[in-house]
């Protein structure tokens, strides 16, 4: 009735879309890697965000570089010693 139904077509169809299963494994694992590189790297740059906006701040009011990079050193030790 249905060709596609049969078990060995369904089945060699499936084998040639997804791969071995190796390969499957093999690329859960890798995105799984890549998935927590980019949520660490997002959690880093969203800590340091009110050091940048203080850093940004110290910078514009007194055109200083010195000054902004203490700025962003204090604010984000002070971050780090909330934590």
Not at 9 to 29: C, D, K, N, Y
Not at 34 to 47: A, E, K, P, Q
């Amino acid at each position: 009735m249905f060709p596609l139904m049969d078990s060995a077509v369904t089945q060699r169809f499936l084998e040639g879309l997804l791969g071995s299963p190796l390969l499957i494994i093999g690329a859960l694992t890798t995105l799984l890697i890549v998935g927590g590189i980019i949520i660490f790297v997002v959690g880093t740059l969203l800590f340091f965000v009110p050091a940048f906006i203080v850093a940004g701040v110290v910078w514009w009011i007194t055109g200083s570089e010195i000054f902004a990079g203490v700025a962003f050193l204090l604010v984000a030790l002070s971050a780090l010693t909330k934590r």
